[in-house]
């Protein structure tokens, strides 16, 4: 599975970005996988977001939670995350992963994720 990231930008505090991860390859159909998005900021460890079970449910961190909503759409193969009111701490480039047997206990471990995007960065001054 190859997974393409876009959408990422330079915005102000406040501001909304809306990101897309596009899947392709042989089995490439997102609704059969865990599909998650990532961050890591400079300096920092990488982190989980969000993630959309093959089943629909969504999970966020709790820094995101309120202000992020991820969304998928089958037919188009993507998923997408609608980033509300960011925040400068929000910084970060954005990874989409993928993997098919994820287990609901780890869904936020990054190491459960198989497959991997190329990262989109999110600058949010202040």
């Known amino acids: 599975v190859q997974l393409q990231a876009s959408g990422g930008g330079l915005v102000q505090a406040g501001d909304s970005l809306r990101l897309s991860c596009a899947a392709s390859?042989?089995?490439?159909?997102?609704?059969?996988?865990?599909m998650g998005w990532f961050r890591q900021a400079p300096g920092k460890e990488r982190e989980f977001v969000a993630a959309i079970r093959w089943s629909g449910h969504i999970y966020y961190s709790d820094s995101v939670k309120g202000r992020f909503t991820m969304s998928r759409d089958n037919a188009k193969n993507t998923v997408s995350l609608q980033m509300n009111s960011l925040k400068p701490e929000d910084t970060a480039v954005y990874y989409c992963?993928?993997?098919?047997?994820?287990?609901?206990?780890?869904?936020?471990?990054?190491?459960?994720?198989?497959?991997w995007g190329q990262g989109t960065q999110v600058t949010v001054s202040s």
């Open positions: 390859g042989r089995t490439s159909s997102t609704s059969a996988y865990t």
């Open positions: 992963a993928a993997d098919r047997n994820v287990i609901l206990s780890s869904i936020r471990n990054d190491r459960e994720y198989d497959w």
